[in-house]
């Protein structure tokens, strides 16, 4: 359910495990503290970054904390995915214990997804596990990353391959930082927002292509109210929440063999029009459906196709995490609004990918 504070924001309350609610609206940057419960016993806030976002917001965020009485330490990365590594969560850890964070204190998670899954997983980790809180700058955090406690890193092996499920305190998502991205990243959060109306909404994949950023609070608050349900009715991804996976087997392959030159919501985008010729391949979907995913995708600004050979990619997929024994878990649409899980051996994999790529 999606309602309105007696300021205007939206809020949507996620009741997982550990509950929390999702604020949405204008000018929330420089507010943090006062959306995040329980604040009694932190004195400390360590606010983790990275380095294009450090210079756009991070004197907003520590100035009102400091205002609200916390001690503030920051800490900041080089931006992009190349730093979602093992060295870059180690280093975050030493932050917070060099600055003698207790098991009560917060982190603060301030960036896109880069920043929220190396922070979140830090704050899963250190101690045992302190509170955090997702401030998401990007579409992409907006819509998905900064909700549902999926934390991570990337491995050689592969993308996100040591993470936790650890829920934020709160997530306060200010819009006026969306609003100032520049078209391509926002571009990357239209992926994964169209991926929510592709697996259960057609009414908000056809809003989504009518001027979004002009109906920016109102599609964001849609996006994380359709997390939510996923992500409440199955927290750990035992079954359920594999749907938001759509495009993602495909995309993270893609993103390994580019050696992470394509991000995140384009190789998305990729991964869902390749996932939808796999459904028609399968009679599953008409070409119409493919088409139609393709034109709102490549309206978005996104691409939709990769000249990465079929056969490395379906290597990479061998050691997605969706892998269990033999099968590797896809999501294939059928119409936009309804999508459906499909188990696939090892063995065929190369034919799956042969298919997906074939423009
Ligand atoms: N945990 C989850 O549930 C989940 C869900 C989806 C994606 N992800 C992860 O999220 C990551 C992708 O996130 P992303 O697309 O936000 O990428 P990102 O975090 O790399 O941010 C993209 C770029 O935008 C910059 N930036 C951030 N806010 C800005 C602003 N307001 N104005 C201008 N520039 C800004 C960043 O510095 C960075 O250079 C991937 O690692 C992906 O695996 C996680
Ligand atoms: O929250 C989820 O569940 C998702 O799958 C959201 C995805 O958009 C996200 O990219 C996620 O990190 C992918 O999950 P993974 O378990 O395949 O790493
Ligand atoms: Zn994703």
């Not at 309206?299 to 490395?312: N, V």
């Not at 990619?313 to 099968?327: H, I, M, V, Y």
Request: proline share 3%.
């Amino acid at each position: 359910m999606i309602r309105t504070d007696g300021n205007g924001n939206s809020v949507v309350h996620v009741a997982t495990g550990e509950q929390y609610d999702v604020t949405i609206g204008k000018g929330l940057i420089g507010r943090v503290a006062s959306f995040v419960p329980s604040l009694e016993k932190v004195s400390r806030v360590a606010v983790v970054t990275d380095d294009v976002v450090e210079g756009l917001f991070l004197g907003d965020v520590t100035d009102g904390l400091k205002r609200a009485g916390f001690e503030v330490s920051a800490f900041a990365f080089p931006a992009g995915e190349p730093s979602k590594n093992i060295h870059t969560f180690a280093a975050v850890l030493e932050h917070l214990a060099e600055h003698r964070m207790t098991r009560n204190d917060m982190v603060v998670a301030l960036g896109g997804g880069v920043v929220g899954d190396v922070a979140g997983f830090a704050a899963a980790s250190y101690m045992r596990g302190c509170p955090y809180v997702q401030v998401p700058t990007t579409m992409l955090a907006a819509v998905d990353s900064s909700v549902g406690g999926k934390t991570a890193i990337n491995l050689q092996a592969g993308k996100n391959l040591a993470g936790a499920f650890y829920q934020p305190s709160a997530v306060v998502c200010d819009i006026d930082c969306i609003a100032a991205l520049p078209s391509g990243e926002f571009a990357n959060g239209m992926a994964e927002s169209l991926k929510y109306g592709v697996l259960c909404d057609a009414g908000l994949f056809d809003d989504l292509g009518d001027n979004p950023r002009d109906h920016l609070q109102e599609l964001i608050a849609r996006c994380v109210n359709i997390k939510r349900r996923y992500v409440e009715a199955d927290e750990h991804e035992g079954g359920l929440r594999k749907f938001l996976n759509l495009g993602h087997t495909f995309g993270h392959a893609i993103e390994k063999c580019s050696g992470y030159a394509v991000p995140h919501g384009s190789a998305v985008a990729i991964g869902m029009v390749m996932a939808a010729r796999v459904s028609a391949s399968r009679v599953m979907a008409d070409q119409a459906l493919v088409d139609r995913l393709a034109r709102a995708l490549e309206s978005a600004g996104l691409p939709t196709s990769t000249d990465i050979p079929a056969e490395e990619l379906a290597w990479a997929a061998q050691s997605d995490k969706k892998r269990s024994g033999d099968t590797v878990t896809f999501v294939l649409p059928k119409t936009i609004g309804n999508c459906e899980l499909v188990d696939v051996g090892v063995a065929e994999l190369g034919g799956v990918f042969e298919t997906a790529c074939q423009k």
